[in-house]
């Protein structure tokens, strides 16, 4: 079993469109990282999370450590959102990482 | 400031020859940790190294092996290449623990 559930895997959305990825983990952790990687590899730190909410422009991170539940959300998607995003847990100084929610918004 | 650098950004080996891969952190960041992302797999983390120290290590077999010098930059080895080291390795650095990563462009490794 992974300690880091990530869903969907992959989401198709109109540009303009409401997101939310969801990101569950079974670990105690210290911290959870939302990141974001485009196509060619590079990644992204987008948030990172120990309670509660952030918002960064279009985007907003909730956590709620009591669920070990995490939901990340794009607010009015657009197409320069179609990326991987990936959400990784810190236990320690160890990191687990979720597989990825692959995005695509549709013009 | 200069982000996270990682040379060579492309490399290509053949089967039980071996990688040396190096990773500069953000000036002023000691901490360091790398990571081998593959379709199959996914990101998983190898280790993590603070002050010349290896603080943590994934589970990967001893074939993986790092070190970090005095001025933070870091280089990780791969001995006895085999097709599944075939990834995208990754480096970020922090500037302590539990901070906000900032991640290289990474390194392919092909193995042939």
């Known amino acids: 079993k992974n300690e880091v559930e990530q869903s969907p895997q992959n989401l198709t959305a109109q540009e303009g469109e409401f997101i939310t990825i969801n990101c569950s983990y079974s670990v105690g952790i210290s911290a959870l990282h939302w990141l974001q990687q485009h196509p060619g590899g590079g990644i992204v730190s987008l948030f990172m999370l120990s309670s509660g909410k952030k918002k960064h422009g279009r985007l907003i991170a909730t956590i709620n450590i009591q669920e070990k539940h995490s939901s990340l959300h794009i607010t009015a998607s657009h197409p320069r959102d179609s990326a991987v995003y990936i959400c990784a847990v810190a236990k320690g100084r160890q990191f687990y990482f979720g597989t990825g929610t692959s995005l695509t918004v549709i013009p | 400031k200069a982000g996270v650098t990682q040379t060579p950004r492309y490399l290509i080996k053949t089967r039980g020859q071996q990688v040396t891969l190096s990773c500069s952190p953000i000036?002023?960041?000691?901490?360091v940790s790398w990571y081998q992302q593959t379709p199959g797999q996914g990101l998983q983390f190898l280790f993590e190294y603070f002050s010349e120290t290896q603080r943590n290590k994934g589970n990967f077999p001893g074939r993986f092996s790092g070190r970090q010098f005095s001025n933070s930059r870091s280089e990780m080895n791969v001995s006895t290449l085999e097709l599944g080291d075939s990834a995208l390795y990754l480096c970020?650095?922090?500037?302590?623990?539990?901070?906000?990563?900032?991640f290289g462009p990474g390194t392919r490794l092909t193995v042939l």
């Open positions: 000036s002023g960041h000691r901490s």
């Open positions: 970020a650095s922090s500037l302590a623990d539990n901070n906000e990563q900032f």
